[in-house]
């Protein structure tokens, strides 16, 4: 099985830039689509970012442009790099696996991180 724990949240101004990562543990670290979901308070859980474990990335529309999602296999290891950031990207970031990349799109994980806070001041 897959262990998961994100880090890099914190507090930045609108319009600036902060990075993600997500630690995983397990040999089989590489057959696993990984992803990225926000929540908000009083918000359903959000779609942000997913790579699959045969090189595909997909993006929600909110976040196209300004995120980047990237995995290091070698590595074990999952990274949202943030830029421009806006008032509205505020939420908890979670790091997510699954053994279908279509699973994450739905909301669907095998495994789930901790979360870790994003805040972006005006």
């Known amino acids: 099985q897959v262990q998961v724990v994100e880090s890099g949240g914190g507090l930045v101004q609108a319009g600036g830039s902060l990075r993600l990562s997500c630690a995983a543990s397990g040999r089989t670290f590489s057959m696993y689509s990984m992803g990225w979901f926000r929540q908000a308070p009083g918000k359903e859980r959000e779609f942000v970012a997913a790579n699959s474990w045969i090189g595909n990335i997909l993006y929600s529309d909110f976040v196209r442009g300004r995120f980047t999602s990237s995995r290091d296999n070698a590595k074990n290891t999952l990274s949202l790099q943030m830029n421009r950031l806006k008032p509205e990207d505020p939420a908890v970031y979670y790091c997510?696996?699954?053994?279908?990349?279509?699973?994450?799109?739905?909301?669907?994980?095998?495994?789930w991180g901790q979360g870790t806070q994003v805040t972006v001041s005006s």
């Open positions: 997510a696996a699954a053994a279908r990349t279509a699973d994450l799109r739905q909301g669907r994980a095998d495994y």
